[in-house]
C-alpha cells in the first residue's frame, strides 16, 4: 500500500508494524492501555486473518489501523456507461433518491432498447420520512432515507418516467398531480457481503457507504483511495456512492464509483483495506461509532435483484 504519491504540503506520519502479535501488542501497552483495552482492538483485526502488516495511521486527532484483507477472487466488472451516469444536486443530500432511480432504470433496461430514466425526482417528493421526524413545510431534501427506504417507495408505489416528472433537487414540497405511473419490480437485496454484490455487478451497479476522509477524497485524484495517510487526516462520515465497475490494479481489487460529492465524478476505492480506529494515550473525544470495529471503506452494499 505504498502511496505513489502525496500531497507537498501535507505530511505522512505513519508507523508501519510487520507482525500484529508483538509490535502491535507492544504500542499498545506503549500508549498505557490495560490488558482488557488492548484485546478489545487486538482480537477484532486478527479474527478478519490479515493479509498484510498493520499501518498506524497517527493523525491530529486519533489513529487509526490500516491493513489489507482480500475478500474475494479478483474479478473485473465493466457495465454499460448509460449506466454510471447520474444527475444530482451538489450542494443538497439527494442522492440517495437519484442512486435508487437508477438502479430501477438499469433493472427495467432490456438489451438493445432504449435507456429510460425513471424520476428520482418523485421520490425525493414523495419518500415518507420516518415517523418522529415527520413535520409540514420541509423540503424534499431534508429527509434521513437511505437507497433501500427509496427502492422500497418506489416498488410500493411505482414511478413516472424522468421525462414526466424532471429532476429539480432540493425544492419546496409539491402536491402530487395527474402523471403515469410504471410499475416497478425487483427485490431490495442488502449485504455487506461483496462477493454477493460482484455476482450482481454483472447486470447491475451496486450502491454502497463510503467512509470519507479528508483532505485525502480531495486529493486523491486518479489514484486509489485507501482512507487516511496524512497526519491531517479527519473522519467526515459516510456518503451515497454507485459501484459500476471494478479492476485490478497491481492485484489490488477496486471500486469505480460514481461519487457526487465535493463535484468528483469518479473514484477509485480500495476494496481490500480495512482499518478500525484505534486509541490514543491523549485522546480525549468519544470513537466514532462508525469506526469502532473492522470495515472496509465501502459498506452497505444494496442493490435491486431483477424480478
Known amino acids: 500500500m505504498a502511496d505513489s504519491h502525496l500531497h507537498p504540503a501535507l505530511t505522512r506520519h505513519r508507523h508501519t508494524v510487520p507482525t500484529i502479535s508483538d509490535d502491535f501488542y507492544n504500542y499498545m501497552k506503549l500508549i498505557k492501555k490495560t490488558e482488557p483495552e488492548i484485546m478489545s482492538k487486538l482480537l477484532p483485526i486478527l479474527r478478519t486473518i490479515p493479509d498484510s502488516g498493520i499501518q498506524l495511521v497517527n493523525t491530529k486527532t486519533?489513529?487509526?489501523?490500516?491493513?489489507?484483507?482480500?475478500?474475494?477472487?479478483?474479478?473485473?466488472?465493466?457495465?454499460?456507461?448509460?449506466?454510471?451516469?447520474?444527475?444530482y444536486d451538489e450542494d443538497h443530500e439527494t442522492v440517495w433518491a437519484v442512486i435508487a432511480a437508477k438502479l430501477f432504470s438499469v433493472?427495467?433496461?432490456?438489451?438493445?432498447?432504449?435507456?429510460?430514466?425513471?424520476?428520482?425526482?418523485?421520490?425525493?417528493?414523495?419518500?415518507?420520512?420516518?415517523?418522529?421526524?415527520?413535520?409540514?413545510?420541509?423540503?424534499?431534501?431534508?429527509?434521513?432515507?437511505?437507497?433501500?427506504d427509496g427502492l422500497r417507495y418506489g416498488l410500493k408505489n411505482n414511478l413516472p418516467r424522468e421525462q414526466d416528472w424532471?429532476?429539480?433537487?432540493?425544492?419546496?414540497?409539491?402536491?402530487?398531480?395527474?402523471?403515469?405511473?410504471?410499475?416497478?419490480?425487483?427485490?431490495?437485496?442488502?449485504?455487506?457481503?461483496?462477493?454477493?454484490?460482484?455476482?450482481?455487478?454483472?447486470?447491475?451497479?451496486?450502491?454502497?457507504?463510503?467512509?470519507?476522509?479528508?483532505?485525502?477524497?480531495?486529493?486523491?485524484?486518479?489514484?486509489?483511495?485507501?482512507?487516511?495517510?496524512?497526519?491531517?487526516?479527519?473522519?467526515?462520515?459516510?456518503?451515497?456512492?454507485?459501484?459500476?465497475?471494478?479492476?485490478?490494479?497491481?492485484?489490488?481489487?477496486?471500486?469505480?464509483?460514481?461519487?457526487?460529492?465535493?463535484?468528483?465524478?469518479?473514484?477509485?476505492v480500495s476494496l481490500d483495506v480495512m482499518l478500525v480506529q484505534t486509541p490514543r494515550e491523549d485522546e480525549t473525544r468519544e470513537p466514532d461509532k462508525e469506526l469502532e470495529k473492522p470495515t472496509y471503506l465501502l459498506t452497505d452494499l444494496c442493490f435491486l435483484l431483477q424480478p
Open 107 to 148: 433493472v427495467k433496461h432490456r438489451p438493445k432498447s432504449i435507456f429510460t430514466n425513471y424520476s428520482a425526482q418523485y421520490i425525493l417528493d414523495f419518500a415518507p420520512r420516518p415517523g418522529k421526524t415527520q413535520r409540514k413545510h420541509q423540503r424534499t431534501c431534508c429527509k434521513p432515507l437511505t437507497v433501500a
Open 62 to 87: 486519533t489513529n487509526y489501523a490500516t491493513w489489507i484483507k482480500k475478500q474475494i477472487r479478483r474479478d473485473e466488472r465493466k457495465l454499460e456507461e448509460q449506466y454510471a451516469v447520474l444527475q
Open 166 to 268: 424532471k429532476y429539480a433537487g432540493c425544492r419546496d414540497i409539491r402536491k402530487p398531480r395527474g402523471v403515469s405511473l410504471v410499475r416497478m419490480g425487483g427485490e431490495v437485496i442488502e449485504s455487506d457481503d461483496l462477493k454477493i454484490a460482484s455476482v450482481a455487478l454483472q447486470k447491475t451497479p451496486v450502491a454502497a457507504r463510503l467512509h470519507i476522509f479528508e483532505p485525502d477524497v480531495d486529493l486523491v485524484g486518479n489514484e486509489i483511495y485507501r482512507g487516511p495517510k496524512y497526519f491531517e487526516s479527519k473522519y467526515e462520515g459516510q456518503r451515497d456512492v454507485m459501484i459500476y465497475a471494478t479492476k485490478i490494479v497491481k492485484e489490488e481489487l477496486v471500486a469505480v464509483v460514481n461519487f457526487p460529492f465535493k463535484r468528483l465524478k469518479e473514484l477509485h
